[in-house]
T-cell receptor, first 116, second 112 residues
Framework: NAGVMQNPRHLVRRRGQEARLRCSPM?????VYWYRQLPEEGLKFMVY????????ESGMPKERFSAEFPKEGPSILRIQQVVRGDSAAYFC??????????????FGNGTRLTVT | AQSVSQHNHHVILSEAASLELGCNYS??????LFWYVQYPGQHLQLLLK??????LVKGIKGFEAEFIKSKFSFNLRKPSVQWSDTAEYFC??????????FGTGTRLTVIP
C-alpha cells in the first residue's frame, strides 16, 4: 500500500516563477493537508482539503498561494511569483474519509523548495 | 490560541543515555497528543499518540510518553538511546478541529 506520494522531492525556482507541488494521498484517503516547514521552525498548517473542497485555509498566505484537490488526480499546492522567503519544505498529509479527531495523519516525504 | 512548546532545540546524548524531551501545550479542552519523528531524509512518522485512558503511552522503538494534565505536558522518554534514534522529534496537539498544531521540533543527536 503506497504511502502519501509527493513530487518533486526537490524544486528549484528563480524569483518570480511559479512553483507547483503535487501530493497523491494514500489509497482510499480523501482528506489532504498541507504543511510548511521553514528553516529552524516547526511545521505550520496551511490548508485542509477534501475532494473538490477547501475546508480550512486559515494557514494559507493571502496572496500568491493556492491549493486544490480535484475529483481526479493529486492535490496541488501552487505558489505564484515565488520569493526567497518561500524556500521551505512543504509536507502533505492525508487521512481517510470519516476520520475523527483521533486519526493520525500520514505524511509524505515532503518537497523542498529552493528559491534562488 | 493554541500553542505547542518544545523547549529543547538540540539535544546531544551518548548511546545508552536516557532521553527525555519536553512538550507543553496551551489548550484547556480535551486534546489528543502525538509525537512524530523525522529521520534524516525521510518523512514524518508517528511514534505514539494519546487519546484517553492510561496517561503513560507506549510507542514504537522503545519510546514512551506521559500525559500530565495538570502540567499541560506530554514529555517523550526513552531509557536507553541508540545511534539510530538520531532524528528530529515533533510534538503535536489536536483539539477537536481538523488541524494538528506542531511544536518547533527537537533535534536529537546520538553519539556512538
Amino acid at each position: 500500500n503506497a504511502g502519501v506520494m509527493q513530487n518533486p522531492r526537490h524544486l528549484v525556482r528563480r524569483r518570480g516563477q511559479e512553483a507547483r507541488l503535487r501530493c497523491s494521498p494514500m489509497k482510499g484517503h480523501s482528506h489532504v493537508y498541507w504543511y510548511r516547514q521553514l528553516p529552524e521552525e516547526g511545521l505550520k498548517f496551511m490548508v485542509y482539503l477534501q475532494k473538490e473542497n477547501i475546508i480550512d485555509e486559515s494557514g494559507m498566505p493571502k496572496e500568491r498561494f493556492s491549493a486544490e484537490f480535484p475529483k481526479e488526480g493529486p492535490s496541488i499546492l501552487r505558489i505564484q511569483q515565488v520569493v526567497r522567503g518561500d524556500s521551505a519544505a512543504y509536507f502533505c498529509a492525508s487521512s481517510p474519509p470519516g476520520h475523527t479527531t483521533n486519526s493520525p495523519l500520514h505524511f509524505g516525504n515532503g518537497t523542498r523548495l529552493t528559491v534562488t | 490560541a493554541q500553542s505547542v512548546s518544545q523547549h529543547n532545540h538540540h539535544v546531544i546524548l551518548s548511546e545508552a543515555a536516557s532521553l527525555e524531551l519536553g512538550c507543553n501545550y496551551s489548550y484547556g479542552g480535551t486534546v489528543n497528543l502525538f509525537w512524530y519523528v523525522q529521520y534524516p531524509g525521510q518523512h514524518l512518522q508517528l511514534l505514539l499518540k494519546y487519546f484517553s485512558g492510561d496517561p503513560l503511552v507506549k510507542g514504537i522503538k522503545g519510546f514512551e510518553a506521559e500525559f500530565i494534565k495538570s502540567k499541560f505536558s506530554f514529555n517523550l522518554r526513552k531509557p536507553s538511546v541508540q545511534w539510530s534514534d538520531t532524528a528530529e522529534y515533533f510534538c503535536a496537539v489536536k483539539s477537536g478541529a481538523n488541524n494538528l498544531f506542531f511544536g518547533t521540533g527537537t533535534r536529537l543527536t546520538v553519539i556512538p
